[in-house]
């Protein structure tokens, strides 16, 4: 059974910076395609970023802010998180979909709030 922990959420300034990690256990790594969701209070879960083998895709709010990138030795993905909004207030959630042999299959982690505010 996958299971996805999150980390490095909490309170920063505007302006500021913030890197969430997300380690996977219980599977094969890199048969996943790995992402960061979010979801603001009264709102519905959006993604923010998401990684595969070799490609990355963002959510327009965040491009040239946030980065995504995996560490498939450490069955880690992160989210590097600069130049922070209050808009970007939310539960941040990690997330894994399953390709080839696994395809399918989805994953999602208990979340960690970050909070952007003065």
């Known amino acids: 059974q996958v299971r996805l922990v999150e980390s490095g959420g909490g309170l920063v300034h505007p302006g500021g910076s913030l890197r969430l990690s997300c380690a996977f256990s219980?599977?094969?790594?890199?048969?996943?395609?790995m992402g960061w969701y979010r979801q603001a209070p009264g709102k519905q879960r959006e993604l923010v970023a998401r990684?595969?083998?070799?490609?990355?895709n963002y959510v327009d709010s965040v491009k040239g802010r946030f980065i995504i990138s995996r560490d498939n030795a450490k069955n880690t993905v992160y989210l590097q998180m600069n130049s922070l909004k209050p808009e970007d207030t939310a539960v941040y959630y990690c997330?894994?979909?399953?390709?080839?042999?696994?395809?399918?299959?989805?994953?999602w982690g208990q979340g960690t709030q970050v909070t952007v505010s003065s």
């Open positions: 990684i595969a083998s070799f490609s990355t």
């Open positions: 219980g599977s094969i790594f890199s048969f996943y395609t």
């Open positions: 997330n894994a979909a399953g390709t080839r042999s696994v395809s399918g299959t989805d994953y």
